[in-house]
């Protein structure tokens, strides 16, 4: 299967807890004045990749914390984004998985979509919500924006109320 993207990091601090590869999806709607990524914005650009391939590429970096999958929008590919997240977990079971989205979990949780509904269930943090410029704060850990949450799915989903992980204390 393929995935349309803009680009990969090998070892990123910045993209999720530790050390993470980055796959960045290519093509997003939401067009946020300010975005940190808007050449991820055109839906016929960057490369498309065979996922296995990737998965072969993420191989040598078998110390890396975990896999972090953001955008453009990633949910737009949400069938290669779940062959994804399986085929990484069957290679590394015990490393997390952060996806960023410009939706919402309401928003994506309305969708009612079987493939959306595996991917919240298999990874550990969704860093939800569009960038909002005027709400922009660098002092926030792995998001822009105000807004925008880190939400712990694993507690999410055994709660059943939206838990948001605190990475600043």
Same mark, same amino acid.
């Given at each position: 299967?393929?995935?349309?993207?803009?680009?990969?990091?090998?070892? *990123?601090?910045?993209?999720?807890?530790?050390? #993470? =590869?980055?796959?960045?999806?290519?093509?997003?709607?939401?067009?946020?004045?300010?975005?940190?990524?808007?050449?991820?914005?055109?839906?016929? $650009?960057?490369?498309?990749?065979?996922?296995?391939?990737?998965?072969?590429?993420?191989?040598?970096?078998?110390?890396?914390?975990?896999?972090?999958? *953001?955008?453009?929008?990633?949910?737009?590919?949400?069938?290669?984004? !779940? #062959?994804?997240?399986?085929?990484?977990?069957?290679?590394?079971?015990?490393?997390?998985?952060?996806?960023?989205?410009?939706?919402?979990?309401?928003? !994506?949780?309305?969708?009612?979509?079987?493939?959306?509904?595996?991917? !919240?269930?298999?990874?550990? =943090?969704?860093?939800?919500?569009?960038?909002?410029?005027?709400? #922009?704060?660098? *002092?926030?850990? =792995?998001? $822009? *924006?105000?807004?925008?949450?880190?939400?712990?799915?694993?507690?999410?989903?055994?709660? $059943?109320?939206?838990?948001?992980?605190?990475?600043?204390?």
């Amino acid at each position: 299967m393929q995935i349309r993207i803009a680009g990969t990091i090998n070892e *990123s601090i910045v993209d999720g807890p530790g050390i #993470r =590869y980055v796959v960045f999806t290519q093509g997003c709607p939401h067009h946020c004045p300010g975005c940190h990524n808007p050449e991820t914005h055109d839906f016929k $650009g960057g490369t498309l990749r065979e996922i296995d391939d990737l998965i072969n590429e993420m191989k040598p970096y078998s110390y890396m914390t975990g896999l972090t999958i *953001s955008g453009g929008e990633p949910f737009l590919q949400k069938s290669a984004i !779940l #062959r994804l997240i399986l085929a990484f977990k069957n290679i590394f079971p015990k490393k997390n998985i952060v996806v960023f989205t410009g939706y919402t979990i309401e928003e !994506l949780e309305k969708m009612n979509d079987n493939e959306i509904n595996q991917i !919240l269930s298999f990874i550990d =943090y969704l860093i939800d919500g569009r960038f909002v410029e005027s709400l #922009r704060d660098i *002092s926030l850990i =792995y998001r $822009g *924006s105000l807004n925008q949450r880190v939400i712990d799915m694993k507690k999410t989903l055994e709660e $059943g109320t939206v838990i948001i992980k605190d990475f600043e204390s």
